[in-house]
């Protein structure tokens, strides 16, 4: 008969996964709490939330959850980082994290919507210019050829106001 206390936490896990956008399963062993303690400060900074989660509460959550995926991504001592609004903020930020501190976790696999990724996937991810780059990048590309346009409809007046400046300061 399971207690109330895990039956809670099986529904705070069942949130998480359900709000995530992303989840990337990682393999702590071997850091110390000062590490975790560093690890998830900079993950929190990134809006990313990260758990340590026992096996047989997360399996119970994710069959409950609206994405039953996330089973395949929970295998020996796993932490859970979940990322809320942009997919590519916890990768970044993990890899980032990782190749900066140099501590002893690893990217095991991630699940992103109903797909699966591997280590690979997740670190191309986190390659990826963020949601704002591309949107600044989009709007550029489509801002350049009205800018062209303008200039060269600009292009003859303003040519023709220097000839006649020219004549001007001739006279």
Not at 49 to 77: F, M, R, V
């Amino acid at each position: 008969m399971p207690t109330q206390d895990k039956i809670d936490q099986v529904k705070k896990i069942k949130s998480w996964i359900d709000g995530a956008t992303i989840a990337i399963s990682t393999d702590y062993t071997g850091m110390t709490v000062v590490n975790m303690t560093e690890l998830r400060r900079t993950l929190r900074e990134n809006d990313v939330s990260y758990h340590i989660i026992k096996n047989t509460l997360a399996l119970l959550a994710a069959k409950e959850s609206d994405n039953p995926n996330i089973q395949k991504i929970i295998e020996g001592p796993t932490g859970l980082a979940f990322g809320y609004a942009d997919p590519v903020a916890p990768a970044k930020a993990l890899v980032e994290f990782i190749r900066s501190s140099r501590l002893p976790i690893k990217i095991m696999n991630g699940i992103m919507g109903e797909r699966v990724l591997n280590e690979r996937e997740i670190n191309d991810l986190a390659s990826l210019p963020s949601k704002n780059e591309l949107i600044a990048k989009l709007i550029g590309q489509i801002q350049s050829p009205i800018t062209r346009l303008a200039r060269v409809l600009d292009s003859p007046i303003t040519g023709l106001a220097r000839v006649l400046q020219g004549r001007v300061e001739q006279l």
